[in-house]
């Protein structure tokens, strides 16, 4: 089994930063892509930002430039560093991951997600 635990959300006024975390646990092998989502009330969910297990990053265009995605690969965990933060950020933010345990197949998982709320 493995599991996805973000932690890192609260409520911040407009202008401040956030960081979440998102760390994987469980029967793990190896870790390929990471990737960030966020779901605002009423709208569809929205991939954020991905990272590859070389380090290669993509961001969606309301966020480049304000939110930054690593990952630390010994500790199995993907964090989102959010900058600038402004109302229309205000999201459950979720992490996911494709994560292969011993035997080889890649099953992507899920984080509970974290709830960011920005105040102007």
């Known amino acids: 089994q493995v599991q996805l635990v973000e932690s890192g959300g609260g409520l911040v006024q407009a202008g401040e930063s956030l960081r979440l975390s998102c760390a994987a646990s469980?029967?793990?092998?190896?870790?390929?892509?990471m990737r960030w989502y966020r779901q605002a009330p009423g709208k569809q969910r929205e991939l954020v930002a991905t990272i590859t297990s070389g380090g290669t990053t993509n961001y969606a265009d309301s966020v480049k430039g304000r939110f930054t995605i690593s990952r630390d690969n010994a500790k199995n965990t993907v964090y989102l560093q959010m900058n600038s933060l402004k109302p229309e950020d205000t999201a459950s933010y979720s992490c996911n991951a494709d994560i292969s345990s011993v035997g080889g197949r890649v099953f992507r998982y899920w984080g509970q997600g974290t709830q960011v709320t920005v105040s102007s």
């Open positions: 469980g029967s793990i092998f190896s870790i390929n892509d």
